[in-house]
C-alpha cells in the first residue's frame, strides 16, 4: 500500500497529518500498510526482541527492547511524523539542527546551573500518557488512539530500543514539560532538556525552583536521580551532556577524556596491520573528530584536528 506523502516542513500540532484522525484505515494509509494488517500488528504480542546490552566503560547491563523489522518501519514512520511538529526551543533531542551541544551551549553565559537525570525515561513512560498524547492532545478518536499507543509501546511503556521512543517521550509529556517551563520562565532562568538531561541556569538557581520541577516529575509518574544531581555556581568549568563549558572564556571544550581517548587511538592506529580492525578504529577516530567538529562549530571557530 502506498504511503500518504506529507510535505517535509515544520507545522503546528494541530496540522499534523495525525491530528483529528478518526479512521482506522486512514491511519493505516497514512503509516504504508493494509487495514487488515494494521489491526493485526496492533494485537500482536511478539513484536520485539529483548536483549541484554553492558556498557563497555560503566560495565552495567541494560535491556534493550528492540522492534522486529514491520515494526519498526512503521515506528519510523510515525517518529518522522512527529518530528516535523514544531517543538519548543528548550527541546534539543531528538530535534534536527539541536544536539548535545547546542543543549550545553544554552548555559554558557550562566553564573549558576543545576542538572536533573530522569529515571528510566523510557520504562517511565507509560502507554496511558501514549494515549493521552495521541487521544486528548492529538484529538484521535479512541480506537486509532489505541492501536497508535499499541504500536508504540512494549510491556505497558515506551521500549527502550525503538526510534519512536526518544520524540514520543516528549509529546507524552509535553503537558508536565510545558508547566515546567513556565515555572522555570517565571523564576528568569533557562531551560534546556536532552532526552533524560535536564538543565536549569541563570543568575540564581533556587532549591524551591529544582523542588518545583521534581514535584511535578513525581506528578506525573517520574522521578530524578539524586546520584547524578550537579550543582555548579561561580566560574569554574562545568560539564553539561558531556560538553565542558568555560565561563571565564565563554567557549565549549571538549572534554579531557575525548582528547586522550583520540591519542590512544591514533596510537593504535600506526601500529594496526589487520583491515577490518584499522576500519574500525579510523571509523571511532572519525566519530570523535566530528564531535571536535561540533563544538568548534558551536563556537564559531575553525579546528585544526587532523
Excluded at 547524578?228 to 567557549?251: A, M, P, Q
Aim: hydrophobic share 35%; glycine share 4%; net charge positive.
Amino acid at each position: 500500500m502506498p504511503v500518504l506523502r506529507i510535505k517535509k516542513i515544520g507545522y503546528k500540532l494541530d496540522q499534523s497529518p495525525f491530528y483529528c484522525l478518526q479512521s482506522k484505515a486512514k491511519l493505516a494509509t497514512l503509516l504504508g500498510v493494509s487495514r487488515s494488517r494494521l489491526i493485526q500488528l496492533a494485537r500482536s504480542e511478539s513484536l520485539y526482541i529483548e536483549k541484554e546490552i553492558i556498557h563497555p566503560r560503566r560495565k552495567k547491563s541494560r535491556l534493550v527492547e528492540k522492534p522486529k523489522y514491520e515494526l519498526k518501519l512503521i515506528q519510523k514512520r510515525i517518529e518522522g511524523l512527529l518530528k516535523r511538529i514544531e517543538i519548543p526551543k528548550y527541546i534539543h533531542a531528538p530535534t534536527k539542527g539541536r544536539s548535545y551541544v547546542s543543549n550545553a551551549k544554552a548555559h554558557l553565559n550562566s553564573y549558576v546551573i543545576s542538572s536533573l537525570d530522569i529515571v528510566k525515561y523510557f520504562p517511565s513512560t507509560k502507554s496511558k500518557r501514549v494515549y493521552w498524547f495521541f487521544h486528548t492532545r492529538m484529538k484521535c478518536s479512541p480506537d486509532v488512539a489505541a492501536i497508535l499507543t499499541k504500536l508504540s509501546t512494549y510491556k505497558e511503556h515506551l521500549p527502550t530500543g525503538s526510534p519512536l521512543s526518544p520524540i514520543l517521550s516528549y509529546f507524552a509529556h509535553i503537558d508536565m514539560w510545558e508547566e515546567i517551563n513556565n515555572i522555570v520562565e517565571d523564576a528568569g532562568c533557562i531551560l534546556t532538556v536532552y532526552m533524560d538531561d535536564v538543565t536549569i541556569s541563570g543568575d540564581y538557581v533556587s532549591r524551591n525552583l529544582i523542588w518545583q520541577i521534581k514535584k511535578k516529575f513525581h506528578r506525573y509518574g517520574l522521578s530524578s536521580n539524586t546520584k547524578k544531581e550537579k550543582y555548579y555556581i561561580g566560574k569554574n568549568s562545568r560539564k553539561i551532556t558531556g560538553v565542558i563549558l568555560d565561563f571565564e572564556k565563554g567557549v565549549l571544550k571538549i572534554p579531557n577524556r575525548q582528547h586522550k581517548k583520540m591519542y590512544s587511538i591514533r596510537k593504535q592506529i600506526s601500529k594496526e596491520t589487520h583491515p577490518d580492525t584499522y576500519a574500525h578504529l579510523m571509523s571511532k577516530l572519525k566519530g570523535l573528530k566530528s564531535q571536535v567538529q561540533q563544538i568548534h562549530k558551536a563556537n564559531n571557530t575553525q579546528t585544526n584536528e587532523n
